[in-house]
């Protein structure tokens, strides 16, 4: 078989296979089961392979790589313009094994199981604190209904699971020399370094400001006969990273106070110029970019004299 590119639409219990040559002729299309793919795999020689960013994606990632496979992860919105006829596992296979042979296509890194393990405790975290807001204002609810006010406060389990989720997240941070060298950043603490380094592979951006981009704090851009326009952030990427970013540049302007140093003196001069909220975005903007300059540089944060 002179298959060189295939796609494969993932699934829970079935996966759809569509392989072409070099001449972009079809070769190889089937289903089969979650137990097989794998030994389907091992049966076919090295091969571009594509899949869709979603859940499992960097797992089968992974195991093909092993296999000696060209393993490649894709985001569903660059797959979707490839996609022919209707919405099936057969069309998505196709579109998936068309999308991964374009030369300017956008591939997600693989992660580690390290690396999913340490986003794992961060959404697990994230969800206690949904739990926890929703628990409260429950209750807080149903006891006003029998005229039962409780002073303000959130003292339950839920607490205690997100103070563990914490200690971990803490003990990361100590154990990783990455995630240290980026706690020296104003506004960035255990909980973005060890996001951040989980998250983001460097390498992949060619400087800070496409990552600034990829985490959407940059604005959104409208050009059309030579007028640039320029709007609101785009808020596109990854919400929780963005969240934490913008999160510890609020606690770095809230603790500003009579700070002289170079970055405290251009903060208070942009809440003057442009108002708080664009100073916190412009921040974190800013912290992102220092994050990427960091991580490639391998150097810590230095404070700069106004």
Same mark, same amino acid.
């Given at each position: 078989?002179n298959?060189?590119?295939l796609?494969?639409?993932?699934?829970?219990?079935?996966?759809?296979?569509?392989?072409?040559?070099q001449?972009?002729?079809?070769?190889?299309? !089937?289903? +089969?089961?979650?137990?097989?793919?794998?030994?389907?795999?091992?049966?076919l020689?090295p091969c571009?392979i594509?899949?869709?960013?979603?859940?499992?994606a960097?797992?089968? #990632? $992974?195991e093909?790589?092993?296999l000696?496979?060209d393993?490649? @992860?894709?985001?569903?919105?660059f797959?979707?313009?490839y996609?022919?006829g209707?919405?099936?596992?057969n069309n998505?296979?196709?579109?998936?094994?068309? #999308? +991964?042979a374009r030369?300017?296509?956008?591939?997600v890194?693989?992660?580690s199981?390290?690396?999913?393990?340490?986003?794992?405790?961060?959404?697990?975290?994230?969800?206690? @604190?949904?739990?926890?807001?929703?628990?409260v204002?429950?209750?807080?609810g149903?006891l006003?209904?029998?005229g039962?006010?409780?002073p303000k406060?959130?003292?339950?389990?839920t607490?205690? &699971? /997100?103070?563990?989720?914490?200690?971990?997240?803490?003990?990361?941070? $100590? &154990?990783?020399?990455q #995630?240290?060298?980026?706690m020296?950043?104003?506004? /960035?603490?255990?909980?973005?370094?060890?996001?951040?380094?989980?998250?983001?592979?460097?390498?992949?951006?060619?400087?800070?400001?496409?990552?600034?981009?990829?985490?959407?704090?940059?604005?959104?851009?409208?050009?059309?006969?030579?007028h @640039?326009?320029?709007?609101?952030i785009t =808020?596109?990427?990854d !919400?929780?990273?963005?969240?934490?970013?913008?999160?510890g540049? $609020? #606690?770095?302007?809230a603790?500003?106070?009579?700070?002289?140093? =170079?970055?405290s003196?251009w903060l208070?001069?942009? @809440?003057?110029?442009?108002?708080? !909220?664009r100073?916190? +975005?412009?921040?974190?903007?800013r912290?992102a970019r220092l994050?990427?300059?960091?991580?490639? =540089?391998?150097?810590?944060?230095?404070?700069?004299?106004?």
């Amino acid at each position: 078989m002179n298959m060189t590119t295939l796609g494969i639409d993932l699934a829970k219990t079935t996966f759809s296979l569509h392989g072409v040559d070099q001449h972009g002729q079809v070769c190889l299309r !089937k289903t +089969v089961s979650r137990k097989k793919l794998l030994s389907t795999l091992a049966n076919l020689p090295p091969c571009l392979i594509g899949m869709e960013a979603c859940s499992g994606a960097h797992y089968w #990632a $992974r195991e093909i790589g092993n296999l000696g496979h060209d393993a490649r @992860i894709m985001a569903p919105k660059f797959v979707l313009p490839y996609r022919k006829g209707g919405k099936n596992d057969n069309n998505d296979a196709a579109a998936i094994c068309e #999308a +991964v042979a374009r030369p300017d296509m956008r591939f997600v890194p693989i992660k580690s199981t390290e690396q999913q393990a340490v986003l794992s405790l961060h959404r697990v975290r994230q969800g206690l @604190i949904r739990q926890r807001t929703g628990l409260v204002n429950q209750l807080r609810g149903l006891l006003t209904e029998f005229g039962l006010i409780i002073p303000k406060g959130r003292y339950q389990s839920t607490c205690k &699971q /997100v103070l563990e989720a914490d200690r971990r997240l803490s003990a990361l941070a $100590r &154990q990783s020399a990455q #995630a240290r060298r980026l706690m020296t950043i104003p506004g /960035v603490g255990e909980q973005v370094s060890t996001a951040i380094v989980a998250a983001i592979d460097p390498r992949q951006f060619t400087n800070g400001r496409p990552l600034a981009a990829w985490l959407g704090l940059a604005p959104r851009q409208y050009t059309t006969g030579g007028h @640039i326009r320029l709007g609101r952030i785009t =808020k596109q990427g990854d !919400k929780y990273l963005r969240m934490c970013l913008i999160h510890g540049a $609020r #606690a770095v302007i809230a603790n500003l106070r009579d700070k002289q140093d =170079k970055t405290s003196c251009w903060l208070r001069t942009l @809440i003057t110029r442009r108002g708080y !909220k664009r100073a916190i +975005v412009a921040l974190a903007a800013r912290n992102a970019r220092l994050i990427w300059t960091l991580m490639i =540089k391998q150097e810590e944060y230095r404070v700069m004299p106004a």
